[in-house]
């Protein structure tokens, strides 16, 4: 029987009845693999229950939905009104894509950006080309895949390898950095082979870091003040990777307002409006930038599924550092969900 949480509420809906969220999410197993950052995109369970805790309340009922694949029998036998998302898939380029898919297919509305949204953003290469087609400033790029990992043309170095399409810092490690054609192609080969995965190659914008998050829809969205991420130990190349993620109270400080002139701060922030709207972005979303040797912000890549680990993902602390406590952005971005979606609830 589908589950038409959206058509069946109809004219007459109480806006002050319990509202059913559903959470859909995929936790980290412990799963030991050649890499150590393979589950890095998931979420452990207590960042789940944070959720779940921000969310529940006099008027909202929640129910945990892990994404497996028994998720669309799930979403059959236990009606919600929305579902809050934060499942990053289990496999594929496209993996971001699969519960909004399925949340489509069931006529349930749900948090965040369309399963459309979060394919192109994971795909950075094709983000980037996207966007520059909007005269949105990025990093010079290549892809390389296993096929084709000539160095057949000319590169600046020094260039940084990632993987195409992860998240969450997943492939950039503390030699991610190539100041030379050798260096370059072991990286690619090596990477390739750790990762299954074609590899992007961009320039290495040399100046200081920042992430901004925007919070809303439409033209009604709010960019919170840009956070620096300020490292501790100066090194010849700073790199937000995934081990200075995992020990960043010793490695990294953030500050959120940073001391920005405001002109560079003012672009930053078009940019970041920019961006969100040109790829049709809903609710909430982070994007990262870092400003050459001249000052000019340049675009580096967008995660329209941010992590909301309380005290740890940037998202949340970067709010904090606003004036916007985790249970309040936690219902903000349920509220907005909510408005787009043209139900009455009150939360």
């Known amino acids: 029987m589908e589950n038409d949480a959206k058509g069946s509420?109809?004219?007459e809906a109480d806006p002050y009845s319990k509202l059913r969220v559903g959470i859909t999410y995929n936790l980290k197993k412990g799963i030991r693999t050649e890499v150590i950052d393979a589950e890095a995109e998931y979420d452990?369970?207590?960042?789940?229950?944070?959720?779940k805790n921000a969310l529940e309340g006099d008027n909202c009922h929640v129910e945990l939905m892990e994404a497996d694949t028994d998720l669309p029998k799930r979403l059959q036998e236990?009606?919600?009104?929305?579902?809050?998302?934060?499942?990053?898939?289990?496999?594929?380029?496209?993996?971001?894509?699969?519960?909004?898919?399925?949340?489509n297919m069931f006529n349930i509305p749900y948090t965040g950006s369309d399963e459309t949204t979060l394919c192109l953003?994971?795909?950075?290469?094709?983000?980037?080309?996207?966007?520059?087609?909007?005269?949105?400033?990025?990093?010079?790029?290549?892809?390389?895949t296993k096929d084709d990992n000539r160095l057949n043309t000319n590169f600046s170095f020094p260039c940084i390898v990632k993987p195409n399409a992860e998240g969450s810092s997943k492939g950039i490690s503390d030699i991610c950095i190539a100041t030379n054609k050798e260096e370059l192609k072991t990286l690619i080969t090596n990477n390739i082979k750790a990762y299954g995965q074609d590899m992007?190659?961009?320039?290495?914008?040399d100046g200081r870091e920042f992430t901004v998050g925007v919070l809303g829809n439409g033209d009604d969205v709010h960019v919170f003040s840009p956070m620096e991420i300020i490292y501790l130990k100066k090194?010849?190349?700073?790199?937000?990777?995934?081990?200075?993620?995992?020990?960043?109270?010793?490695?990294?400080?953030?500050?959120?307002?940073?001391?920005?002139?405001?002109?560079i701060e003012e672009e930053m922030i078009f940019m970041a409006k920019k961006i969100f709207k040109v790829l049709s972005c809903h609710d909430f979303s982070r994007i990262d930038f870092r400003l050459n040797s001249e000052g000019k912000p340049y675009f580096i890549e967008i995660n329209p599924l941010p992590g909301l680990a309380p005290g740890y993902s940037d998202f949340p602390m970067l709010a904090e550092f606003c004036g916007m406590d985790y249970v309040t952005l936690v219902r903000s971005i349920l509220r907005n969900a909510l408005h787009r979606n043209g139900l009455p609830f009150q939360i």
């Not at 953003?121 to 010079?140: E, F, Q, W």
């Not at 992007?200 to 914008?205: F, H, K, P, Q, R």
């Open 9 to 11: 509420l109809g004219d």
């Open 44 to 51: 452990s369970i207590d960042t789940v229950l944070a959720i």
């Open 78 to 103: 236990t009606p919600v009104d929305i579902v809050f998302n934060i499942a990053e898939g289990l496999k594929g380029r496209g993996r971001e894509a699969e519960v909004p898919a399925v949340l």
């Open 121 to 144: 953003a994971l795909d950075k290469a094709l983000c980037k080309r996207v966007l520059s087609t909007y005269r949105i400033r990025t990093p010079k790029y290549r892809v390389f």
């Open 200 to 205: 992007l190659v961009e320039e290495y914008i």
């Open 235 to 263: 090194n010849k190349f700073n790199i937000y990777s995934y081990n200075v993620k995992q020990d960043y109270k010793k490695l990294i400080r953030y500050e959120c307002p940073s001391k920005l002139d405001p002109k």
